[in-house]
DNA sequence: CGACCATTTGATATGGATCAAGCGATGTGG
DNA sequence: CCACATCGCTTGATCCATATCAAATGGTCG
């Protein structure tokens, strides 16, 4: 009943490689990928499979009346496209000039086969995307000022690791219009929210790309 | 670019029994559940999951302020509960008296590790969930009569197989109040579509809980 | 039959979308 | 190095879909 499942950190400490990364890093090979290019597309063979080296990703789907939805978010450390599935759901891009390692989901599972760490591991990865996904669902029953609220703690959380000295201060590397695409609100809303946050002292906009969560507490108040 | 997931069906056609069918009949005893029992809470250990025999499940979680969100209903047949992770992070329910086949993870983890079919047919069945996760997402960028249409054909398809004579009526097991919470509106709304579908002959209301699909051609251009 | 709860229908309120304009940052060519 | 064009972001005004509040109707079970 105590349901604790509001937020999602989208980042399972990692004491040492897991089978998984260490897997990646033997199978994969390096990739470029320039601003904005497809990395791979919905219902294309799920073949292969990412991991980000440096750069963001967006995963998206464009619906049927033009609206597009962006499901996630990847950033480096990140693996994404490991899909069950014969086909890919959604589509990839590179929100920056990315570098990826590019994997063979075969070569993985005929591992997996071998190697019942490596299969935890992808069992692990899968439940991880099915607790992102069913976090993203609670997501969109929220209002409008909660769901950036919970975005900007969400990124905190996963870029924490890479800013050693301000804790509170994110860099946001994806547009407003990609932010709204992800909380399924426009992107005039995310504007508006965001000063409303900035007016309530809750966070600070540095610049439009850099935003220091100031009161993290507050933040975390409105989300319960 | 052409997506095509859309719609979930839910049903994967299966002509023969999986090896996963097979391991949860050998492994799981029957339990009986009375109507809106809990079958299990939110954050319990997810040490068992269960196939539903007969009657319906809903999976939900509370949110903070009170509301309810309904994640997945499942039907005879359906497995549910498998979480690949520590705990569960929804509760589940019995909609009417039901009869669940409960079967011990652990135990069948163990069988995967000698048994690959099986392996992968534990895999399969998260993949399934996650699409699932994911179509709900979809649902959640449409409007309200799009999300009523999509529940209903969602319901059409799910039931089929049970429909012998008029294969275009269903029978809803759930009240309007869980269908709006799965469809993340009020009932009121459900209300006012379901009514506004029977206006333009869509549908024909039988009784509140049986419902006929009159034109499901345009059922289905209405959600595209 | 009567009580109770679910459902439908109606009236009003409101959060966010839409439409529109201003502002600011970034880059380009003179 | 500056004028200017461009694009993304913010702010403002209005509109609309759905929520909310409220009442009427219907269905179910004692």
Redesign the pocket.
Same mark, same amino acid.
């Given at each position: 009943m105590a349901t604790r499942n509001s937020l999602y950190s989208g980042r399972i400490d990692k004491k040492e490689p897991s089978a998984l990364d260490i897997a990646v890093g033997r199978i994969g090979f390096r990739k470029r990928f320039g601003i904005n290019e497809e990395i791979y597309g919905a219902n294309e063979r799920a073949d292969y499979f990412y991991k980000v080296v440096s750069g963001y990703v967006r995963s998206y789907t464009v619906v049927e009346d033009g609206r597009r939805l962006i499901a996630a978010f990847y950033l480096p450390g990140d693996i994404f496209g490991l899909e069950p599935t014969e086909r890919h759901l959604f589509s990839a891009e590179a929100i920056f000039d990315a570098e990826m390692l590019v994997i063979n989901r075969n070569e993985v599972m005929q591992s997996a086969a071998r190697e019942n760490t490596l299969a935890r591991d992808l069992w692990a990865h899968v439940a991880n995307e099915l607790h992102r996904t069913q976090s993203h669902l609670l997501l969109l029953n929220k209002?409008?000022?909660e769901r950036v609220a919970i975005f900007l703690l969400e990124m905190g959380d996963r870029t924490r690791h890479d800013r050693t000295r301000h804790r509170d201060e994110i860099g946001l590397p994806m /547009? *407003?219009?990609d932010i709204a695409d992800y909380l399924?609100?426009?992107?005039?809303?995310? /504007? *508006?929210m965001?000063?409303k946050l900035e007016n309530t002292s809750a966070i600070a906009?540095r610049?439009?790309?850099s935003i220091v969560l100031r009161d993290r507490a507050g933040l975390e108040q409105m989300v319960i």
């Open positions: 209002s409008a000022s /547009s *407003r219009q399924a609100v426009t992107s005039e809303t995310v /504007s *508006r965001l000063t906009l610049t439009t790309r």
